[in-house]
């Protein structure tokens, strides 16, 4: 079965970096979009990020643009989010997701598009 096991959150000071890593076995990586969301507590799962099977990046929700970056590296079954810069309001747990079908994802905002998703890894950005 799909598997996804994200790592690398913890608490870090505002202005901090931190590189998170996402792990998958169980489907053929290098064919599938990857995507990362987040969740603040009392909040909805909100969009980060996503990029294509093959490593272009497709977009990032406004409030992380120029601080946060997504690559893919299909040797390792990894996806990796790079967050600098962090502020109070990152402050979420991070999870990985694919979505359902290899090559493509429509509506990649959507959670609902996804059907493979992380255990999650919590970042906490103090002020």
């Known amino acids: 079965q799909v598997q996804m096991v994200e790592s690398g959150g913890g608490l870090v000071q505002a202005g901090g970096s931190l590189r998170l890593s996402c792990a998958a076995s169980?489907?053929?990586?290098?064919?599938?979009?990857m995507a990362w969301f987040r969740q603040a507590p009392g909040k909805e799962r909100e969009f980060v990020t996503t990029i294509t099977w093959g490593g272009r990046v497709i977009d990032y929700r406004d409030s992380v643009k120029g601080r946060f970056t997504i690559s893919k590296d299909n040797a390792k079954n990894t996806v990796y989010l790079q967050m600098s810069n962090l502020k109070p309001e990152d402050t979420a747990i991070y999870y990985c997701a694919a979505p359902r079908t290899a090559y493509s994802t429509t509506s990649y905002t959507n959670a609902n598009s996804y059907v493979y998703w992380g255990q999650g890894t919590q970042v906490t950005v103090s002020s």
């Open positions: 169980g489907l053929t990586f290098s064919k599938y979009d």
